[in-house]
């Protein structure tokens, strides 16, 4: 694969690992990220999330709910999920503490939100190796169904992404392309760092 290639979410969880792993999966150089302050899990009720820090394991999130509650988080899919999190990687990585990880070609976020703080945390990057990233941001709701789906789609980009010498001089006809093929929107731009 040509390109270095980063998937970023709000925790660092679902959308973002989804596409990870499956990217991973393919022989892509992939790495994934959140953006939140805390890595944030559905608890018992909306009103009582499951909170943890960034960098804590997949395994230790797993052990801590499977101790609390097995059946909850087996039947809403947050078990499955981490344990396959922790086959990919340790733990959540924030996106703003990145910068040792060295530099990504092409970043992908799910949610505009994610987008936005991408795209302003990269401004506010002291700019040392002027080299530009695209960022492209998929809208995908934030359900196991839906991550599945957009990790699907994700790939699918990667790989027209792929078959490109220079993505800067085809980007928007491969956008394009993806757009009218599978009628979803996608904002993208250029950023440099």
Request: aromatic fraction near 10%; charge should be negative.
């Amino acid at each position: 694969m040509k390109f270095r290639y980063a998937m970023v979410c709000s925790s660092n969880q679902n959308r973002s690992m989804e596409a990870h792993s499956l990217l991973k999966r393919q022989g892509f150089d992939v790495s994934s990220y959140g953006t939140g302050a805390h890595v944030k899990l559905p608890g018992p009720s909306l009103r009582e999330p499951n909170v943890y820090d960034f960098g804590t394991p997949y395994k230790q999130m797993f052990d801590d709910l499977r101790r609390k509650d097995p059946e909850l988080y087996k039947r809403n899919g947050i078990l499955p999920m981490l344990k396959r999190n922790s086959s990919v990687k340790l733990a959540p990585q924030r996106w703003q503490d990145n910068a040792l990880d060295g530099s990504f070609d092409i970043v992908f976020s799910f949610e505009e939100k994610v987008f936005d703080m991408v795209l302003e945390d990269l401004h506010n990057r002291e700019q040392v190796l002027m080299k530009s990233v695209l960022v492209i941001n998929l809208e995908v709701k934030d359900n196991h169904e839906e991550a599945a789906v957009g990790g699907r789609l994700t790939l699918d980009l990667c790989q027209e992404i792929e078959k490109t010498e220079n993505w800067e001089e085809s980007i928007d006809d491969i956008v394009a392309a993806f757009e009218k093929q599978h009628r979803r929107k996608l904002l993208y731009s250029i950023a440099f760092y």
